[in-house]
């Protein structure tokens, strides 16, 4: 399988599961044309939102990594595929732990759902991308831009694992980690201070 269609059904799935966090949304019941009631259905519903935008950002982040990375992957085995549906099933699982998170934030079964979940993706994405680099599957070295991002990702891991522990008695502690991982990705240094040509590995 070329890495060409692996990441393009790789798309797909990113933004069908971001497309899904919408779902969580219900448009407030008011009788006849309370706007008052209107209005204070739509602040109730701001953990929702909340939730909404931290998952939003987790899949932004899958995305932008597995697309930096796989921008210069040349050969994808049975094993990289393997791991890549795994991959995929985290990131379809994301909308659902988003809606319980929004439903129920401060409550600790909640945020470990969500924290497990996280984690299990980006771990998952580590094993993917050790992977790559132990079988060549650049046919070169390994390019900057994708050097950055297993770094991002090393990184993700262990904050992971740090709000999964907080997760079980200070949910909103594990809420802050998983946002200010999100603000690392998200930055603008690092991957994009490359040129696409070279982030292609040579």
Not at 88 to 101: D, E, K, Q
Request: aromatic share 14%; proline share 4%.
């Amino acid at each position: 399988m070329s890495s060409q269609r692996l990441s393009q059904f790789n798309d797909g799935i990113f933004a069908f599961s971001a497309t899904l966090l919408m779902l969580n949304f219900a448009v407030p019941a008011v009788r006849g044309q309370d706007n008052t009631a209107l209005a204070v259905g739509l602040v109730s519903q701001w953990p929702k939102l909340l939730a909404f935008l931290l998952s939003f950002g987790v899949i932004i982040n899958y995305w932008r990594t597995h697309g930096t990375v796989f921008h210069a992957v040349q050969v994808v085995d049975h094993r990289t595929i393997v791991l890549n549906a795994m991959f995929l099933a985290v990131t379809a699982f994301v909308p659902y732990v988003t809606n319980v998170v929004g439903s129920y934030p401060l409550l600790p079964a909640a945020a470990v759902l969500y924290s497990v979940t996280l984690l299990a993706g980006t771990y998952i994405g580590k094993l993917m991308g050790d992977h790559l680099v132990a079988t060549n599957a650049f046919r070169g070295h390994v390019s900057p831009a994708a050097t950055i991002a297993f770094r991002r990702m090393n990184f993700a891991v262990y904050m992971r694992i740090v709000g999964l522990l907080f997760a079980f008695f200070l949910p909103v502690v594990s809420y802050v980690l998983y946002w200010a991982i999100i603000i690392y990705y998200l930055s603008a240094s690092g991957i994009d201070a490359y040129a696409p040509e070279e982030s292609v590995a040579s």
